[in-house]
């Protein structure tokens, strides 16, 4: 059997974004992935769904996998023909023992590809407003392992060096020794006074960072309880946080948010949450495809008076089709066409239609085209699976010829929640939010399998929707709906989620349709 290949990749930072663009092809790529505590749990979700996930990650209080135990299950793994990852924190040649794989690698007889990746040790102190050189206040900075024991007779750190050589520090894995670190550095000559930071979960929601002098910073970390994982930061360029802090000033900083979505799915909400400084969990829950027999309808289906799109993947569903088919989009120019809801409307903007008519429920629809002058038209719906039949018959009854296509069909993804299931259990979601009615359904149901008690945790979770049609369909299965944006757009739901951050009383209404108040 031939063997395969080991991949060191650095999984950067935090911030999942971060990761390198041939990172992630990595990723994609493999078989295997053992990864440690300091990987962005979001980054399993690159992988196929036949890959195999090890975490080998060194916690404290935890069962450990030692040095020797990960390199031997690389070479194990690459011995039965896998595409294997590594997948580390920042980047594996920075303090990573990457090396150390590497050369394990070489002497088993094994390839492998270094994978570089975003140094935690610049990319967390710039998340901080800090930046680690600056022309008014130095030239040079080293990066130094804060592990080790100062006081151990024979040690790699040369603090009386260290204390009057770079003028910035930038100290990792060094919380532990914090006191220590501070001690030498005065014994050797840095003034009390010296500026220093520390800075935790740097890139992520999460980030906290405290900052302090020499003198005083002990004492800070204690009254604060602040813990690792942390980068620390020492010289006068800290000073500059004061004027250049920014990530904390994002409206959704510190909030995480659950997204279920489809595969494959370009999701806007997700990109606008980080826009907006908050964690978007991604969770694949289902798939989108077209009918089988959408193409046969098409071909047959005589153009009607008006054609109204249920959803926006209707919309991709038929103008796709129609161009697979060979027909000719001209032919439906005579048509009126009717949007039902913001998002669908914009599917059809961006396939270069207008809708003539945007609906937001199934109510005021019926009453526009009742109280049209046109009756007696052909009216096709191209639907979603969980239209209701008994509307098409409230058309019919008022004296429209109605017919349907099914345009999609929605599976539910086979297999396990790789990353927001955890943090569901960790209680570390601070909100759901759909864009999709089906979206709640297939979440819930993907819940049911996964984990009996889920219920007891999510019920309280402020929900974000859409609009009606989700937010009736969260209410439904119990969900705590709190945030339904009028009009409805991912842009208001972001707007939502701001005000209500930003509300003493979480039940009070923020104008019509912003807030729900019952679950």
């Known amino acids: 059997m031939e063997k395969g290949v080991v991949y060191l990749v650095g999984a950067g930072p935090g911030d999942p974004g971060l990761i390198t663009v041939h990172g992630r092809q990595r990723l994609m790529e493999a078989d295997v992935v053992l990864y440690d505590r300091l990987a962005d749990a979001r980054l399993l979700e690159f992988v196929p769904e036949h890959c195999e996930l090890i975490d080998v990650g060194k916690r404290p209080q935890s069962e450990r996998w030692e040095q020797g135990d990960i390199n031997r299950a690389l070479v194990q793994q690459a011995e039965a023909g896998k595409c294997v990852v590594r997948l580390k924190g920042g980047d594996p040649f920075v303090f990573g023992r990457g090396g150390e794989e590497a050369a394990f690698l070489r002497e088993a007889g094994i390839m492998f590809e270094i994978v570089p990746g975003i140094s935690s040790a610049l990319a967390v102190p710039a998340y901080a407003g800090i930046p680690v050189t600056h022309r008014e206040y130095n030239a040079s900075f080293a990066v130094v392992a804060g592990h080790e024991d100062p006081d151990k007779d024979e040690t790699a750190v040369r603090w009386e060096h260290l204390a009057k050589g770079p003028e910035t520090l930038v100290i990792l894995m060094g919380v532990k020794n914090l006191s220590i670190i501070c001690e030498r550095l005065l014994q050797y000559g840095r003034s009390p006074s010296t500026p220093i930071a520390l800075i935790r979960w740097g890139t992520r929601s999460n ?13 800070r970390v204690e009254e604060a309880a602040f813990r690792s994982p942390a980068v620390i930061v020492v010289g006068e360029v800290v000073k500059e946080r004061k004027r250049l802090a920014w990530i904390e000033n994002k409206p959704l900083f510190g909030q995480r948010i659950l997204v279920p979505h489809t595969q494959s799915q370009e999701n806007n909400l997700v990109q606008q949450i980080h826009e907006k400084g908050g964690e978007a969990i991604e969770v694949p829950v289902a798939q989108w495809m077209p009918t089988i027999s959408l193409e046969s309808q098409l071909r ?36 009126g066409f009717i949007a039902w809801g913001e998002q669908t409307a914009q599917a059809m903007r961006e396939r270069g239609v207008q809708a003539d008519v945007i609906v937001d429920s199934m109510s005021s629809f019926v009453q526009l085209m009742e109280s049209s002058v046109e009756k007696e038209m052909d009216l096709l719906v191209i639907r979603d699976p ?92 119990q969900l705590c709906t709190r945030v339904f944006p009028d009009p409805h757009t991912v842009e208001g739901m972001i707007a939502g989620m701001q005000a209500m951050r930003n509300m003493k009383d979480p039940n009070v209404k923020m104008g019509e349709g912003l807030i729900a108040n019952d679950r």
């Open 207 to 219: 980030q906290a960072t405290l900052t302090g002098t020499l003198a005083d910073i002990v004492e």
């Open 300 to 335: 047959h289906v005589p153009i009607p008076r008006w054609v109204l799109f249920s959803h926006r993947q209707g919309v991709e569903a038929f103008f796709s089709t129609i161009g697979k088919i060979g027909g000719d989009i001209r032919q439906w120019a005579v048509c």
């Open 386 to 477: 969980f239209f209701p039949k008994g509307d098409m018959e409230e058309l019919r009854r008022i004296g429209y010829r109605v017919s349907d296509i099914q345009a999609y069909t929605s599976r539910k993804i086979a297999g396990q929640f790789k990353g927001g299931l955890q943090q569901l259990k960790e209680g570390a979601v601070d909100w759901i939010a759909f864009t999709d009615a089906s979206m709640v359904n297939h979440f819930c149901d993907r819940m049911d399998e996964a984990w009996s008690d889920w219920m007891s945790v999510c019920r309280d979770i402020p929900v974000a929707c859409i609009g009606p049609k989700t937010a009736t369909a969260a209410k439904e299965r």
